[in-house]
């Protein structure tokens, strides 16, 4: 089963912040998120297992909410280069191929 | 530090015919996948090898497609009888396999379009 992504896109000032949500039917072992641009292959940013926790580099943070099967992206004061189309993968088990949402499109306006 | 590569970059075929593509993962990867990616949707797994075996094929994967990795090191994807519905991005990820993690870090993929 497809995790279902919202929203379905974002328009943000520089500097804003923004939150996407990945939800999920099954039990999950593993949340990963990516970003890809126009024509290029999706970028890992992190990885969140089973447990509940949090994650994150530089204003980019996740969290992973096992029992309601949630993750949530936290991208703050957003940079113009921030702007792309977020995916998030599930996986529930340690080696399985992911299964990806639909994406979020992220614009960052200057 | 290299990342995955993919070759060829672009391929452009006529209906019919056969075609292949390579991937090459992170040399201490030994998790190799295959995923496909159309216009306006995340990208959809197609199968996965550990080391040179071949450990998980998805649905999608119809007996028309058929993936290698015979020596546990680069893989490839070949489709025999294109089809117009084949068009897409093919991608390729590898990833470690220790520390109870999936991490997959993706290669720039192969554009298809099928005439």
């Known amino acids: 089963q497809q995790p279902v992504q919202s929203p379905q896109a974002v328009i943000l000032r520089e500097g804003e912040d923004a939150v996407i949500n990945c939800s999920s039917s099954?039990?999950?072992?593993?949340v990963h998120w990516y970003r890809q641009k126009h024509g290029e292959a999706p970028v890992f940013l992190m990885i969140?297992?089973?447990?509940?926790e949090q994650k994150g580099h530089d204003k980019i943070s996740a969290s992973f909410n096992e029992k309601k099967q949630q993750s949530s992206l936290y991208l703050t004061a957003s940079q113009l280069s921030y702007s792309g189309t977020y995916f998030c993968?599930?996986?529930?088990?340690?080696?399985?191929?992911?299964?990806f949402g639909k994406g979020t499109h992220l614009i960052i306006q200057p | 530090d290299t990342g995955v590569s993919q070759d060829p970059r672009h391929k452009i075929t006529k209906r019919g015919q056969n075609v292949t593509f390579r991937c090459d993962p992170i040399s201490e990867h030994n998790r190799l996948y295959w995923y496909r990616q159309t216009l306006g949707q995340g990208p959809e797994f197609l199968t996965y090898f550990q080391n040179e075996a071949q450990l998980e094929k998805s649905r999608l994967l119809s007996d028309r497609f058929s993936a290698e990795r015979p020596k546990g090191s680069f893989s490839t994807l070949e489709i025999q009888r294109t089809e117009q519905g084949d068009s897409a991005m093919y991608l390729c990820?590898?990833?470690?396999?220790?520390?109870?993690?999936?991490?997959?870090?993706f290669g720039p993929g192969t554009r298809l379009t099928v005439l």
């Open positions: 990820a590898s990833g470690p396999s220790w520390g109870g993690i999936n991490t997959q870090y």
């Open positions: 099954k039990a999950l072992y593993s």
């Open positions: 993968g599930t996986a529930g088990g340690g080696a399985d191929g992911l299964t």
């Open positions: 969140l297992l089973k447990g509940g």
